[in-house]
Structure formats: structure tokens, C-alpha cells
T-cell receptor
Framework: NAGVTQTPKFRILKIGQSMTLQCAQD?????MYWYRQDPGMGLKLIYY???????DKGEVPNGYNVSRSTTEDFPLRLELAAPSQTSVYFC???????????FGEGSWLTVV | DQQVKQNSPSLSVQEGRISILNCDYT??????FLWYKKYPAEGPTFLISISSIKDKNEDGRFTVFLNKSAKHLSLHIVPSQPGDSAVYFCAASARGGTSYGKLTFGQGTILTVHP
């Protein structure tokens, strides 16, 4: 009964470092998403994917990259981390667009 | 441009009373609306949704009302319980056009239910 699993849960990065947030879902969902949530703000869409091999930019894609080589996995890559990328990141998935999406537990990232 | 707004950052309610959380939207293309609940250190969990063809949807203690002319929706929780204390996010999507299916979230409202 895993649903959407994200790793790591917490990470501290230095400015300029790179890292990958991992996300996996076991619900056979075609659609996957990455959101970020800043304090006092709603969730903003970074990237999304409608299936393996297909990705597209969301509202705030700058500074991030994604790939979708399998249905299950949707990693988010941060290149050259900046303090503005300090946030909580949520991976999510859904059976189809426009329907209920299911979130992972979140990854807390601090860039210092 | 905040297309989905939750103007009340917080709401405090006594156990057993009604909690009413409000949400306004500006994009007339939105036709599907959802409420998510979030506990600290957890991801948001789906609570209830409503399509624009309806003006009300009920699920147990939770009812969502949609007023399309006012571009306003609200979530009613009756009776409120201490376990309902969480952050509630309103979200909307447009099932047509270039933004098809992508959810736009409000800022969230912190609900505290006092015993």
C-alpha cells in the first residue's frame, strides 16, 4: 500500500550543488507531477509527465529538470542549487489528467 | 496572478460546530474543484471534489458548495472534530485548453478545532 514514495525526506544542500529527488509510484498511474510549496503559499507545479518518455514544464520549471524513463519513476533534478529553491517538494500521480491526484509525503530541501 | 485564492489564512472553531472554509477563483475555464487536507510533515490528501455541473457534493461530514456565478466555493465540515485540525487547500483545474488537468492551488487555510 505504498502509493507515492519520495526520497530523501530531508536534505541540506550548499549553493551550487546538484541533487536528485526520487519519486516512485506503484499505482500504475500514467500522470506524474512535481510541486513545490513555499511557506504560506499554495503548491506550484514544477514539471509534469503524461507517460513514460513525455515531460512538460509547469508553472515554475526554472532550475529543475525531470525525466520519465518508466511509468513508475519520475525523478526531479536540481542543477546548481540556489537559496530560492529552499522549499518542500511534493511528487504526485494520477490515473488521468483532471482527476484526483495523490501526493507523496514530501521532501524538505534547504539550500545554504 | 493568483487564480485561486483562500483569503482566510486561519480559522478557529469549537468542536461540534460547523467549519466553513472559503475559496475564490478568477479563471472562468476552471470546471473541476478539489479540496485537499494536509497534516504537518505529510503530503496533501484528497478530501472531496466537485464538478462545475453540480453546485453541491456531500461526503459524510464534508460538503462542498460551488457558486459558479460568484466564482466561489466553500467547504463545510459538520460537526468539526479535533482531528480535522490541518491545513486545507482548495484546488482547481480546467479540463479543456492548454492547462488541461493541471491543478492550481490556493494558499491554504489553517483550521484549528478546539476540544
Amino acid at each position: 500500500n505504498a502509493g507515492v514514495t519520495q526520497t530523501p525526506k530531508f536534505r541540506i544542500l550548499k549553493i551550487g550543488q546538484s541533487m536528485t529527488l526520487q519519486c516512485a509510484q506503484d499505482m500504475n498511474h500514467n500522470y506524474m507531477y512535481w510541486y513545490r510549496q513555499d511557506p504560506g503559499m499554495g503548491l506550484k507545479l514544477i514539471y509534469y509527465s503524461v507517460g513514460a518518455g513525455i515531460t512538460d514544464k509547469g508553472e515554475v520549471p526554472n532550475g529543475y529538470n525531470v525525466s520519465r524513463s518508466t511509468t513508475e519513476d519520475f525523478p526531479l533534478r536540481l542543477e546548481l542549487a540556489a537559496p530560492s529553491q529552499t522549499s518542500v517538494y511534493f511528487c504526485a500521480s494520477s490515473y488521468s489528467m483532471g482527476n484526483t491526484i495523490y501526493f507523496g509525503e514530501g521532501s524538505w530541501l534547504t539550500v545554504v | 496572478d493568483q487564480q485561486v485564492k483562500q483569503n482566510s489564512p486561519s480559522l478557529s472553531v469549537q468542536e461540534g460546530r460547523i467549519s466553513i472554509l472559503n475559496c475564490d477563483y478568477t479563471n472562468s475555464m476552471f470546471d473541476y474543484f478539489l479540496w485537499y487536507k494536509k497534516y504537518p510533515a505529510e503530503g496533501p490528501t484528497f478530501l472531496i471534489s466537485i464538478s462545475s455541473i453540480k453546485d453541491k457534493n456531500e461526503d459524510g461530514r464534508f460538503t462542498v458548495f460551488l457558486n459558479k456565478s460568484a466564482k466561489h466555493l466553500s467547504l463545510h465540515i459538520v460537526p468539526s472534530q479535533p482531528g480535522d485540525s490541518a491545513v486545507y487547500f482548495c484546488a482547481a483545474s480546467a479540463r479543456g485548453g492548454t492547462s488541461y488537468g493541471k491543478l492550481t492551488f490556493g494558499q491554504g487555510t489553517i483550521l484549528t478545532v478546539h476540544p
